[in-house]
């Protein structure tokens, strides 16, 4: 399967984006789809995921409660709406498709899309 991430842009502190992550290529209900983020200098880390079926989403600490994961499986597509943004959501934003079960670690994905750039500023 094949993913492209979009959506991303310069925004204020507060402001809200929705990055969108489309599929191709490959039974897009066979995967579940994580959001992971990496800022300059740090590591790659977990942002959000989604069951195959939209079931289950999971996020991590730092943004539960202003992010929300949702998919479309008509459409291919899994949105990441952001809110409330802050200077520490500064970073590029990747999708991650992965079989078989949910998980948090960035490993554990097979495939990936190529990044979007979000920059919150003051």
């Known amino acids: 399967v094949q993913l492209q991430a979009s959506g991303g842009g310069l925004v204020q502190i507060g402001g809200s984006l929705r990055l969108s992550c489309a599929a191709s290529?490959?039974?897009?209900?066979?995967?579940?789809i994580g959001w992971f983020r990496q800022a300059p200098g740090k590591e790659r880390e977990f942002v959000s995921s989604i069951s195959t079926l939209g079931g289950t989403a999971g996020y991590a600490d730092s943004v539960k409660g202003r992010f929300t994961i949702s998919r479309d499986n008509a459409k291919n597509t899994v949105t990441l709406q952001m809110n409330s943004l802050k200077p520490e959501d500064t970073a590029v934003y990747y999708c991650?498709?992965?079989?078989?079960?949910?998980?948090?670690?960035?490993?554990?994905?097979?495939?990936w899309g190529q990044g979007t750039q979000v920059t919150v500023s003051s």
């Open positions: 290529g490959g039974t897009f209900t066979r995967y579940h």
């Open positions: 991650a498709a992965r079989p078989v079960l949910l998980s948090t670690f960035a490993n554990n994905y097979n495939y």
